[in-house]
């Protein structure tokens, strides 16, 4: 952009990059000024099932970028819950903190509820206790507690610490199991809570500062939820059960 002559600091166009500037530096590029940063933000968001966590799609499949409220700004997802899986995801208009709050280094606890099919017993979750490898990938331990039994399905409380693509599933179905729901409640110190499918809620700047140790510009007071969801379309709009 340098080069083509697009970019001007203060009236002046530039030719080469290593130019330093300040917040007193006017830059624009197209004749257009380039604002500050925004400050990061955060928001929770109830991901329904049958959507994918893509801006596009192949398949033309669904995405949450269709359904999130217009009046929510550009956001980017925080990892990824598959086409089939549902409940918290974290969104955010700042790239560093994406990539922060997805590494494992982190150390966050991503927990689940999980519906199996079958009757498993407490013994039936030691592999995945102790840690195992699937097709060549290694899983951590998992914290994994029997919740109860319902009817042919069975419910599971599920806590990892990585989220490898489809983690959960994949290490039920090396046990012999299989998920027919999953539910992600938490994302470490985040909670679903009482948000309804298609709802998002900002996160309040304080709790950004207290967890995260980000500096917020932004007044502290109660974030209200960003606007109605979109109507659903008709292959994601269901009911919530079995909570």
Do not use: C
Request: proline share 7%.
């Amino acid at each position: 952009m340098i080069e083509a002559g697009r970019v001007s600091v203060n009236g002046k166009v530039i030719d080469r990059a290593a130019l330093n500037v300040t917040s007193d530096d006017k830059v624009e590029v197209d004749g257009r000024e380039v604002g500050a940063p925004e400050p990061a933000r955060l928001w929770l968001y109830h991901k329904p099932t049958g959507l994918v966590t893509t801006t596009r799609d192949e398949q033309g499949r669904p995405t949450i970028f269709d359904e999130l409220p217009e009046d929510l700004p550009r956001v980017m997802s925080v990892g990824r819950l598959d086409l089939n899986s549902e409940g918290l995801l974290l969104l955010t208009n700042d790239g560093g903190l994406k990539r922060r709050l997805e590494l494992p280094s982190t150390g966050w606890v991503r927990k689940y509820r999980v519906r199996i099919k079958g009757r498993p017993n407490d013994d039936t979750f030691a592999p995945l206790r102790a840690g195992l490898t699937v097709d060549g990938e290694r899983f951590q331990p998992m914290q994994v507690t029997l919740d109860r039994q319902q009817g042919a399905n069975a419910w599971a409380t599920v806590a990892i610490r990585e989220g490898k693509n489809r983690e959960i599933r994949r290490a039920m179905e090396a046990v012999g199991l299989s998920v027919n729901r999953l539910i992600r409640v938490s994302y470490g110190p985040f909670q679903l809570g009482q948000l309804k499918p298609g709802e998002v809620q900002e996160i309040r700047p304080r709790v950004l500062r207290d967890q995260l140790g980000l500096e917020t510009a932004q007044t502290d007071k109660a974030q209200k939820p960003a606007g109605k969801p979109r109507p659903p379309r008709k292959t994601v709009a269901r009911k919530r059960r079995d909570r």
